[in-house]
């Protein structure tokens, strides 16, 4: 009940090209889903976030789609860019502040 | 980062010594977190806190301990290390309704 889902584990992607990142979650109580990015030798840092009245959000050139009866959500990155290599992790929140984090995605973008 | 700073930054131990890893901030945020990130596993929550000597445990708190004597400190003790909790150990901090903000990590090795 208390999982996120993440997939694929990792991904290569040519520069330009768009990253998607899938995961899914159980637990209907969540109400906030966020995205971290982490770079090597760094902690995660938030990078856009979602609550479930919405069904996608778009910063730049990333955008969150949020499927609230499939119980899903995905990061997409467009136009991918070698400084994007990182690992990208979902995560969802139940109350308390709390947030439940996926086993992360390793992305690498070729120059 | 910014408003948080964790202590040491590595630290090479042996096993069945008693480590204490310390997590400071200096923005009066309620929410104190202890994760542990191990590939394949991402992030897991250990312990976390809501306030002075408000504490609770996460997924994986056996064999870690927690203080939180001002609202800027939240220690975690080891107090028997083992070779299993060799990891990078992540304080986060969260004040309503902003998400989370980790610190640069303590990468202990338990020898």
């Known amino acids: 009940q208390q999982q996120v889902k993440q997939s694929p584990q990792s991904l290569i992607v040519q520069k330009g090209g768009i990253s998607i990142i899938n995961c899914a979650y159980e637990n209907t109580a969540f109400d906030y889903f966020p995205w971290y990015q982490q770079f090597p030798g760094k902690g995660p840092a938030l990078l856009i976030a979602i609550r479930p009245d919405v069904s996608e959000k778009k910063e730049g050139r990333f955008t969150i789609s949020f499927n609230k009866s499939a119980k899903q959500f995905s990061l997409h990155i467009m136009d991918s860019q070698p400084g994007d290599s990182a690992t990208y992790f979902c995560?969802?929140?139940?109350?308390?502040?709390?947030?439940?984090f996926g086993k992360g995605m390793k992305l690498t973008v070729n120059p | 980062d910014a408003g948080i700073t964790q202590s040491p930054r590595h630290k090479v131990t042996e096993t069945g010594t008693p480590v204490t890893l310390r997590c400071h901030q200096t923005?009066?945020?309620?929410?104190m977190y202890w994760y542990r990130q191990d590939p394949g596993h991402g992030l897991r929550l250990i312990h976390y806190s809501y306030g002075v000597k408000d504490t609770d445990k996460g997924e994986v708190s056996d064999g870690y301990s927690v203080s939180r004597s001002k609202t800027e400190d939240f220690l975690l003790t080891l107090e028997s290390a083992t070779s299993s909790q060799t990891s990078v150990y992540f304080c986060?901090?969260?004040?309503?309704?902003?998400?989370?903000?980790f610190g640069s990590g303590t990468r202990l090795t338990v020898v």
């Open positions: 923005e009066n945020h309620r929410y």
């Open positions: 986060a901090i969260s004040g309503q309704g902003f998400g989370y903000t």
């Open positions: 995560a969802a929140r139940v109350g308390s502040e709390k947030l439940v």
